[in-house]
Every structure is written in C-alpha cells, then in structure tokens.
C-alpha cells in the first residue's frame, strides 16, 4: 500500500439543480479526492486552505474517514473558499453564479512531513505554480504524480503549465480541455500531442460519456454508468480522479493493465457521488454498495467474443 | 443461419467534409446496411427504388458482395434519391446541402417472394407506413423486427411511427431521438418509454460515444473506437445497423447476450465504414481487418477486476 498526497480545494458549495438547491455546504476537489480515497482504506493527506469560518465538523468528518487533514491550513481571520452554480435541465452545462477566492487567493500549500515521501500525489486543480509548489516539497520524486486542470489554466498561466506537466506522469482533463491544450480534435491526436508535453498517462473525462486511458499507443475506455437520475454533478470529476489515485495507492501497482482497473473504480465511485447533493453520498457511501456497482459495470461492458 | 431482409435507399450521396469533396457516389441507408450484413456471409435482401440513371455496376458489386438486389425496383424514367450534405469541423455536425428524393417520394415497397419468409427484418430509416408496408407482406411475423428512424418521422408521422412500433423488436435511434421520441432527458428513463411503446429492446446511438443496448432493466455499452482521424460519417449508423443484424443472422441467437456481441460487431464495422468517402471501405474491408480490430474492441473494454 503506498501513501497518498492531495492538493486541492476544501471549501463552501452552494449549488441549484432542477431538483433543489443547497445552502452552503461541504464541498472542493480536495475533499472529494479525499472522500473517494477513503474508501480504499489509504493512507491519504490532504493540503489546502480553509478560513476561520470552516466547521471543524467538516474536519472531523474527513479525520473518521482517515482523510489526514494536518496539511489543511486554518487562516483564522480569512473565509473559505466559496463556489455557487447552478445547472440546467440537462445537468451537461452549469452557469456559475459566485466565486469567492477568500483564503485560497495567496494560497502556499505546506506538504505535512509525514507526506513528503508519499508515493503517489495528486495535483489537484489549481494555479499551475501552486502545484509546483507541492511537488518542490516533496523528499524525491514522486512514484506517481497525477495532475488535473482546466481550461482557465489554459488560459492565464499556459507557460507555468506547460513547465509542471513535464513534472507529471497522469494528467486528468476533459475532452475539451484536451482539444484545447493539444489544439487537435481527434482525442487520439490530442492525448498523443499531451503525451509529448510531459504525462506519460493521459486520461481525457467525457462526464456521462466516460473516460479514455491513454498510454503510448493503448488505449482503455471507461463508460459512466448510465443513470435514471443525476442529482448532483458537482464533485464526479474528483470523485472519478480520487477513485482512481486511491486504487492505484491501495494496489501500490501503476501499470496500465491496473489503470485500467484504477479508471472503472474512479468511475463507479462517481456514479455515485451525484446520485445526491455535494459530499453527501460519498459520506454514507459502503464498500458493499461499490462492490454490487462494480457488478454493474461488468454487466455493462464485458462482453464474450472469440477472435478467430 | 437466419436471412435478413433489409428495406432503406439505395441512393447518390455528395458529401464534403474538411478532407475533401466527393461527386455523386454510392450512399443510402440499405446499401450501407447490406454491405455491412455481407461480412458476415449471410442471405440479404434489400428493398429499395432507384432511378434510370442508377448504374448497373453499383447493382452488381453488390450481387458480387452476395447481396441479392432483386428488391430493388428499378423506375426507369425516374430519378434516384439524391443527398447532399457537408460536416464541420468536428464532424459531429453536418449540413444538408441538397435533398432530392426524386422516385423515394411515391416509393411502394415490394418485399420478393423469396425474402418473405426472411427471420430477420431490418426496417431502414423511411416513413413509418412504409416500414409497415413491408412488414405487411411478409408471410408471419418474423422472428426479429428491427427498425431505425430520426426525428423528422416524430414531427410529420408520429402516430404512424408508434404504430409501426408496436410490431417492432428492437428499434436503433440517436440519443437526441431517444429523447424527442419519449419526453425523457435520462437514456435510461427514456428507454423505458421507448420499451413501452413496443420494442423490447432499444438501442440509443450516440455517435462517437459508442451505443447502449437496453432491455428490461439490463443494460449494454459498445463504445465507438476512438480513431486519429474520421473521413466521412456518412453511413457509419446504417453501418452499425448492418452489422448488429448481419451478426445476430448468422448466428440465429437474438439472446439479450448474442446482442452484446452484435452491437460490438456493429461498432466494429462502423469504425471502418467512416474512414474513407462513402461506400469505399466497406467495399474493400476484408474478415481478417474486421478480426484485427475486433481484438482493438477487446483491449479497449476488458478489464479484470474480482468482485469481492
């Protein structure tokens, strides 16, 4: 079993569906990954920021998961980080209604000592340089880093992203953050030019559509499970990138025949996080459910066909 | 082994897409779905129209293809459906520049005597009276109904397309379809509609996101194979289609299991048909490409993963 490292967001959600809407509540991609590792029984630490405003609830929540949280810094006079959006019927596009940076603006992560020799670390989606940051801390390189991002990077700091991909073995990002980055549409070409800037991994998330594992020429396709009803997106994407880190931590195997397995337990453990709003489903989720689910997802794709 | 009888045009396409244009060329939804069925070694009919100005040499690749052609009415003083369209960029989207449906518009479908008894009746994508006039002349109901339709059928003909569908098994339709065709946005729930409506089994066609087979709370997932570079769409459904029936005629199995295997073969084929204009690559495609790639399918889906 190896140790895991997360960098990401512990913060305020208050998020509008067709279904309801929230107060602010427990949510950021560094709590999701966390929640998702959790069930793997992995020792994992997470390194964010949060104000003086957070709960400790929240915290003690994620210690009983054996989330470690020492790498959570307080800022007691500053507020947590606050994300509110609302979806549309389709639940595929979401408009954001209110982004308060708060603490996380001059975030410095601090890597906990007891996690500086973490095998595997998961960059989570931040400012490039704030990402550096995590791995300029770290006793050696890393047996596995794994770094997600999004378009706004692309954006604003390209140059910085460009220098910490070559840093990276995994990178998570969507389909059109992929075709954005590599400036190619076929996903083929696009996680082949990605490949050459640094991961030797690239994993494209196509939301429902699942996602594609690419690796030098193999290719391995995760689907989402089809769902009557999706209650809540927010957090499946770090739910997915946490399943998948939290296997390959548990199994201590990072081959692609074990990414394999890595990227349909990242999809099982989202499918069910947005079957409620914000972390709530991961809290209560059991191992007995992931395991009947996994069932499913074997239904789903396996299929039994003699190659002549 | 079963016979197939397949009803949809035999037509002209023009097509133009980001790699080039092409003139008048072989196209049609039963032209692609025979070509498709032909890999697979199995007795199939088509039943179409053409104009005086089809040329003979179409008909007789496909004879040669063995793809009995005796169905295909031939109106000599009258012209052949003709199609016209352009994609984007992304090929996902597509402009009809031209539609002329020239000796399709007054199209009488006659099923020949020696495909009425066929166990396996593919229903091309046409006015849902004319998918019933062929059904009409069969000598029972054959073992297997499968038809495919698109949302312009739902807007001029709906009461004739849920007629039609009462006498159907499996209907192939694309997620935007699925979701006009039952009021429902969840694939799953809209399957559900769509099954009560009459097909015990659904088949929802997302493009290059693969295909999902439903029936009675099981459910299956093809995904397309993702590819460098797609050619040309054109037919890549009827394609899929084809394939799907070709696979369950030749092995006379419509098990919800067997039609695991056949959606897989259908996508199979489907990834071929895409990467050359029109017709050219089915033409061409020989069983050991289609064997090579059928194992692509196998890495790309397999994974072995215990369930505890």
Redesign the interface.
Known sequence: MSKLLAVGTVAFDAIETPFGKTDKILGGSGTFVGLAASQFGVQTGVVSVVGGDFPQSYLDMMNKKGIDTTGVEIVKEGKTFFWSGKYH???NSRDTLVTELNVLEHFQPIVPSSFKDAEIVMLGNLHPLTQAAVLDQMDKQPKLVVLDTMNFWMDIALNDLHEVLKRVDVITINDEEARQLSGE?????AAKKIHEMGPKYVVIK?GE??A?LFNEG????A?AL?????FDPTGAGDTFAGGFCGYLAKTGDISF?NM??AI??GSNLASFCVEKFGTQRMEELTKDEV?IR??SF????????K??
């Open positions: 019927n389709d639940m549409y076929s996903l083929v070409n196509k559509h699942g594609l193999n290719m391995f396709y689907p089809p769902l009557a009803e999706v025949e394999k397995s349909i337990f395991q996994l069932q074997k239904d789903l794709t396996q299929f039994d066909i190659i002549s």
